[in-house]
């Protein structure tokens, strides 16, 4: 009764699609008071005074709060991103809380915005922050080698730009908190990754004792990164809710939401890089900037992208600065992949312009310079742990079928049709720190795991009961698995990196094998020897017992036991490795480009799921294809975000999504974990946008050749003028 490997369907899906899932804004108390926010309009001002007197007059509205009176408004007296709250209103009626903001009286001095990053470090730029004395919040060196000897002995040097966007993360839901203070503890939803962080934040901002504050993770309509932050609202609503001994919630509107929740990418890399003639690359050095919005909230963006630079080839000598700078735009904070999507762009545009640029092919240069042994360190200390990077790459091309779709785009376009194909490949970083599960035998058989990890929408439920129900031998459905809630599970970190299935799914390993430990112990007693433990029972002396009749005999006071067990993991780092494909179509007259295929070759360990697994990618891709083709946050001079709600911001759709085929590589290499994963959640949206910008730049070649695309998003205005 083997479940890992098995494309289960997820068990979440009849609650979610019968519409029977609470989300955040589907909760509602009795009583419960709703918050809004009096917003800036502009990116930088300062906040001379703000008048709430007619606000609190307004007809339902409970209480008001600004400046001073206890909630960190406006900090240091002014405000720097458009959106940014100068003061909170609470009121009976939404729609009464939103006529009342309306009433709020602020005066503003409005201060010069610096938006572009480049500018804001030149000298005599507006400050965003004045404690500093500059707008560089942050920046460290990585090096290893000898850059320069390297540099010197060179053959062939190339240097420029690439360029990512700043993107909006966009969840189906936007960010909500509800708040239910009763006089003793408070309780809190919010939509969120990190329900322990927001406990302990809440519990410090509020001085009290953790026992006193439960933070509740209802079902969460997507996230990507965008809320693994404790944000400000959070622990103002939580606040209020505790002053008035009330229940308070807030629920963004979508522009809200779009000038509020952390932007994603906005990362750019100025490189050189030394080779030989034969296409080995010596050396590469550089500066990866961050533009990191109003507030540096110590994401290491820019460094993860400087450590993963290398990506999975073997460069011995290498510098590369990374540097945060603050603009008055919205905070930069992770957005699925978080440095790794940003630093295999980097490089795999680097190998693809040095294979121009020698004459080379492009999976030729990737031959001459992929890690042959590992684990590896790269030259910048990260270690890599196990994969065969050579013959993934060229079982993956095989595959995929990388040569014959290339030969197809050749025969189409003698037809008249401009098809593009392109490929990239990748090494992430995934999982850190550790992660605790709690494993409870219950009265009738069954077991339920209590889970740290936080899902929002990638299936862990079901993933967590196949790799609990696998080490008891027991059948799934007696597995429930519970998330999401402080009540039950002293700590945990939640998801966000790929970590979820490793971390968390280990944990619930080491649960169940500590369950089974337990049990064996009163099976021993039960049977007069000691058993040993298959297919779901205790067995020796030609007897057995099954783990449900251990259980029951537990429970009727026959043998004690330890019936509830509690497991803690520390998970280290873990890499995955890959070959994704993309074909497009490009419309020479307009510039369009539509994807017409995604493919996929991912060596990720153990594969618990296939079915999960392959949605991850799937999602992963379009986000990908997003970056490579669509998305934009875009401000004007003024600090104005212009892509304001969905009606400006370009999400695809169902409608762009590529036909997919998704394969995983046959795990010869799992990770050191007892789960033996590496992670899926992140892969394809940091291999997919390289992969398709490499499709459209040969789309266009077969019209105009020499063409090289260095930034994303790639518009089909940029494409009919370079076609021109």
Same mark, same amino acid.
């Given at each position: 009764m083997r479940y890992i490997g098995r494309p289960i369907p997820r068990v979440e899906d009849d609650v979610i699609l019968s519409g029977r899932a609470q989300y955040l804004d589907d909760i509602e108390p009795p009583g419960v008071l709703y918050a809004g926010f009096v917003r800036s309009p502009y990116a930088h001002a300062k906040v001379l005074r703000v008048d709430l007197s007619d606000v609190r007059q307004s007809k339902g509205v409970v209480a008001a709060f600004g400046p001073g009176e206890g909630f960190d408004f406006a900090p240091g007296g002014k405000v720097r991103y458009q959106g940014e709250a100068v003061a909170m209103v609470v009121a009976r009626d939404r729609y009464l809380l939103q006529d009342a903001i309306e009433k709020a009286v602020v005066d503003y001095e409005p201060l010069p915005a610096v938006v572009d990053m480049f500018e804001a470090m030149r000298e005599g730029a507006p400050l965003v922050d004045e404690s500093l004395g500059t707008n560089i919040a942050y920046e460290a060196v990585y090096q290893g080698g000898d850059v320069e000897k390297a540099m010197r002995e060179a053959e062939v040097r190339i240097e420029g730009r690439i360029s990512t966007q700043r993107l909006v993360p966009s969840a189906m839901e936007p960010r909500g908190v509800l708040a239910v203070y009763d006089g003793h503890s408070l309780t809190i939803w919010s939509s969120t990754q990190v329900p322990f962080d927001i406990r302990k934040e809440v519990a410090k901002h509020l001085d009290l004792p953790l026992s006193r504050v439960r933070v509740i993770q209802p079902f969460v309509g997507g996230a990507f990164g965008s809320k693994l932050l404790v944000y400000p609202e959070e622990l103002w609503v939580s =606040?209020?809710? !505790? *002053?008035? =001994?009330? /229940? @308070? =919630?807030? @629920?963004?509107?979508?522009? #809200?939401?779009? =000038?509020?929740?952390?932007?994603?990418?906005?990362?750019? *890399?100025?490189?050189? +890089?030394?080779?030989?003639?034969?296409?080995? @690359?010596?050396?590469?050095? %550089?500066? +990866?900037?961050?533009?990191? %919005? /109003?507030? !540096?909230?110590? #994401?290491?963006?820019?460094?993860?992208?400087?450590?993963?630079?290398?990506?999975?080839?073997?460069?011995?000598? %290498?510098? @590369?600065?990374?540097?945060?700078?603050?603009?008055?735009?919205?905070?930069?904070?992770? !957005?699925? %992949?978080?440095?790794?999507?940003?630093?295999?762009?980097?490089i795999e545009r680097i190998m693809d312009r040095l294979a121009d640029e020698l004459g080379l092919d492009r999976v030729e240069i990737r031959r001459r310079n992929l890690i042959r042994e590992l684990p590896y360190t790269n030259v910048f200390g990260i270690t890599y742990d196990t994969g065969d990077y050579p013959g993934t790459f060229e079982r993956g091309l095989e595959r995929l079928g990388y040569r014959q779709l290339k030969k197809w785009a050749d025969e189409e376009f003698k037809k008249g049709r401009v098809l593009g194909v392109g490929f990239s490949i990748y090494v992430e970083i995934t999982t850190f720190g550790f992660e605790v599960a709690v494993l409870r035998a219950e009265r009738d058989g069954s077991f339920t795991l209590y889970t740290a990890v936080t899902p929002h929408g990638q299936g862990l439920a079901t993933a967590l009961a196949q790799v609990v129900a696998d080490e008891l031998e027991v059948p799934m459905e007696r597995v429930r698995v519970v998330w999401g809630d402080t009540a039950y599970v002293p700590d945990g970190i939640g998801t966000m990196g790929s970590r979820s299935i490793t971390a968390g799914g280990s944990a619930a390993v080491l649960a169940a094998r500590k369950l089974k430990g337990e049990l064996a112990k009163a099976a021993e007693k039960l049977l007069g020897c000691r058993p040993e433990y298959r297919e779901g029972s205790f067995i020796c002396g030609g007897n057995s017992l099954s783990i449900s009749d251990v259980v029951k005999a537990v429970y009727r006071g026959k043998v004690e036991a330890n019936l509830t067990v509690e497991a803690v993991y520390q998970a280290d780092a873990t890499f995955p490795f890959g070959v994704h494909v993309a074909v497009v179509e490009l419309d020479p007259e307009t510039g369009f480009v539509k994807p017409l295929l995604y493919k996929s070759y991912d060596d990720v360990g153990v594969v618990v799921n296939p079915l999960l697994a392959a949605g991850q990618v799937m999602g992963g891709a379009l986000q990908g294809i997003a970056q490579a083709l669509y998305e934009e946050a875009i401000y004007d001079q003024s600090g104005n975000l212009v892509t304001a709600n969905l009606a400006f911001y370009y999400v695809p759709t169902a409608a762009e999504a590529p036909r997919y085929e998704v394969y995983f590589a046959e795990p010869h290499h799992p990770s050191k974990h007892p789960t033996g994963t590496k992670g899926i959640g992140e892969a394809a949206a940091i291999a997919s946008t390289p992969a398709v910008v490499a499709a459209v730049e040969d789309a266009i070649r077969r019209l105009k050749p020499g063409v090289r695309i260095d930034k994303t998003p790639i518009t089909p205005e940029e494409i009919w003028r370079a076609l021109r």
């Open positions: =606040k209020a809710a !505790y *002053l008035m =001994k009330a /229940a @308070v =919630k807030w @629920v963004a509107t979508r522009t #809200e939401d779009f =000038k509020t929740t952390t932007h994603g990418r906005a990362l750019v *890399l100025d490189y050189k +890089v030394g080779a030989a003639r034969d296409g080995r @690359v010596l050396a590469i050095e %550089g500066v +990866v900037y961050a533009d990191a %919005g /109003a507030y !540096y909230w110590g #994401e290491g963006l820019a460094d993860t992208a400087a450590q993963m630079l290398p990506g999975p080839y073997d460069i011995r000598h %290498g510098r @590369v600065r990374a540097v945060a700078v603050l603009t008055n735009k919205t905070p930069l904070s992770a !957005y699925r %992949g978080a440095g790794r999507p940003e630093a295999t762009f980097f």
